[in-house]
């Protein structure tokens, strides 16, 4: 491929990606409250803002000052994308230690709306001294417990299925067996249960021919799904060039079609032609297991070309369309880019009976928000809630997505959504990843969970400290500075084994490289446990499960003898702890993460 064809793409992708399309509103957003019984605790490098949640509220914005009257700036850690999280507390360590600091926290209602900020809490950071701060985690293991939330095993994200045909090379890899592998690992290993991916009706699917439809390559793409054991979320998208209004008008390097159809009534046929065939192929009991989501993204300029009003009507079009077939199976929307339209759908369902059986959205850089408040406010309470992208960065080709940062990125996020959200996809499987141009080099910053040569980054590792963790969930009790906000843990129990996941993160990505100074020392508590158990930690830190450092020094595509040592180089460490009076210590940089193990010592 011409070095100039990616970065034609690159370009346009940078220009448009931030810009927004229509956000007028016919109906007005709650004024909410600001928090109540918000505190500020300055600790070593850190300031923990904490409030008490607002009904109502999908997530909250932290402002931050400094001096005695300068103004309140929302605090950036620099994600790229939304600065609102979901729920308290917030640790802010973009702040100067030593400096104090006015805090205050405001209710969001919607992605792109806050009430008026709380009343101003001041805190100072510290500076670190010659002592490493502690925190104390302590783990109820004979509480009864509840069950563990896994909102990582319901779906990931995926390049467009149509690479699982393609014949292509990347570095001397077939792309399409790859891509097929790497979604199998997903299956086989993590427990993942659905794909989703743009472009099923992109030009190389060729379903429409002439008069007629032709979904055999849609057939071959989803064959090969099912038969890893995976089932699709079926992204209607985007525009045939038959039916496109403009197909002038395109994203991604493979120049997918963004335009509003030019016969609504020819997309409605399409889409019910699509569905009714998957029904006559896989059988009703099996696609009413499946979701229909309608497009992608549609409220940025960059993927959609209409207004607002125009990607209505093709949500109601294709919801009519999905549901012709049977009433049972669930469409829904919309599908968009930084949490925004949720209340645009919905209001617009309510008003004119369309259904929306799930809602779709997407966020990097933070932990999902919390658009429950959204459907209740709507009346939707009951439909199910999926986050079908979600991760560290919006940006193709940043280097954070080859991160050990990024990997405990990940486990911060699902912690967040467990128990509120009915799946979190983690974008994407796989660096065979096309949407600005074919990967450069082996490590590039690519979005995959794995790489190019089928090698698991610190995110893939994530995800299987993640699928260690057992049925039952422990509850967890923290103290010291940071306990709680910098370092959180998730514990679980299964039969003869308990299992605590530990990590030190913040948001702030200018530290992704790691700050010493949020180096805590943690001791695990444990009272009850059996004091004969013997305890293992398995290490994912900056040297342990870390392909970045691993492939320092190598070309840009590692011969098939250095990637074998770069897989033996880039895995996790796992290592004995001593139990000692139902306890465990251990060091946590940050970003790093531990699972800690006990099982009943064998012989």
């Known amino acids: ?64 000052g400094t001096g005695e009257r300068g103004p309140l700036e929302p605090v950036d850690h620099h ?91 990347t570095g001397g890899h077939e792309i399409g067996r790859e891509l097929e592998d790497a979604l199998r690992r997903m299956h086989d290993e993590i427990g993942v249960r659905t794909v989703r991916a743009h472009a099923i009706f992109h030009d190389d699917t060729h379903v429409i021919d002439g008069d007629t439809y032709d979904f055999s390559t849609v057939d071959k793409i989803y064959d090969k799904l099912l038969a890893i054991g995976l089932r699709p979320v079926v992204e209607l998208g985007f525009m045939p060039r038959e039916l496109a209004s403009d197909p002038a008008k ?177 974008w994407v499987a796989s660096d065979h990843f096309e949407e600005l141009g074919r990967p450069p080099r082996f490590l590039h910053g690519g979005f995959g969970l794995q790489t190019v040569g089928g090698l698991a980054k610190p995110r893939y590792h994530a995800m299987t400290l993640l699928s260690r963790l057992g049925p039952v969930e422990l509850p967890v009790r923290y103290d010291g500075d940071g306990g709680g906000s910098l370092v959180e843990a998730w514990a679980s129990r299964d039969r003869d084994r308990i299992a605590v996941l530990l990590w030190n993160l913040t948001l702030d990505q200018t530290k992704s490289s790691g700050a010493p100074e949020l180096t805590r020392t943690v001791q695990v508590r444990l009272p009850g446990v059996d004091p004969s158990w013997e305890a293992t930690a398995t290490t994912l830190a900056i040297g342990a499960g870390d392909i970045a450092t691993a492939a320092a020094g190598l070309g840009d595509w590692p011969t098939d003898a250095e990637l074998a040592d770069l897989a033996e180089r880039s895995r996790m460490v796992s290592t004995p702890l001593e139990l000692h009076a139902g306890a465990v210590e251990l060091s946590l940089p940050m970003p790093s993460a531990v699972l800690v193990e006990l099982t009943p010592r064998r012989g």
């Open 79 to 169: 994600s790229g994308d939304v600065l609102s999280v979901p729920s308290p507390p917030y640790v802010d360590t973009t702040c100067t230690p030593g400096t104090p600091c006015r805090y205050a926290v405001a209710s969001v209602p919607e992605v792109t709306t806050h009430g008026r900020p709380s009343p101003t809490v001041g805190a100072v950071p510290l500076v670190a001294g010659g002592s490493v701060p502690g925190v104390v985690v302590t783990v109820d293991a004979v509480a009864e417990g509840t069950e563990l939330q896994r909102p990582w095993e319901p779906m990931v994200g995926s390049e467009r299925l149509s690479q699982l045909l393609c014949k292509d090379l």
């Open 250 to 426: 395109t994203v991604f390097e493979y120049g997918a079609i963004i335009s509003p159809p030019a016969s609504y009534q020819r997309w409605h046929d399409l889409v019910r032609a699509l569905v009714q065939h998957l029904v006559d192929r896989y059988g009703l009991d099996e696609v009413l297991t499946w979701d229909f989501e309608v497009w992608n993204e549609a409220n940025l300029e960059v993927f959609w070309s209409g207004t607002k009003t125009e990607w209505l009507q093709l949500y109601d079009v294709s919801a009519a369309a999905v549901k012709s077939v049977d009433p049972r199976l669930a469409v829904g929307g919309p599908s968009s880019a930084a949490a925004g339209w949720v209340d645009d759908l919905l209001a617009h369902a309510k008003a004119h009976g369309t259904p929306v059986d799930f809602v779709t959205t997407h966020t990097y850089g933070s932990p999902p928000l919390d658009v429950r408040a959204s459907l209740e406010r709507h009346g939707y309470g009951d439909a199910r809630i999926l986050w079908t992208e979600w991760g560290v960065t919006p940006r193709h080709f940043n280097p954070i997505n080859d991160s050990v940062f990024s990997g405990v990125f990940l486990l911060r996020g699902m912690r967040s959504a467990a128990g509120r959200i009915d799946a979190l996809s983690y």
């Open 1 to 64: 491929m011409p070095d100039d064809a990616p970065l034609d793409a690159r370009t346009d992708w940078d220009q448009r990606i931030a810009l927004r399309s229509d956000e007028q509103r016919e109906f007005a957003f709650p004024e909410l409250d600001p928090p109540k019984e918000v505190t500020a605790v300055g600790g070593v490098g850190q300031v923990t803002i904490d409030w008490s949640p607002v009904d109502g509220a999908v997530g909250y914005l932290i402002f931050r």
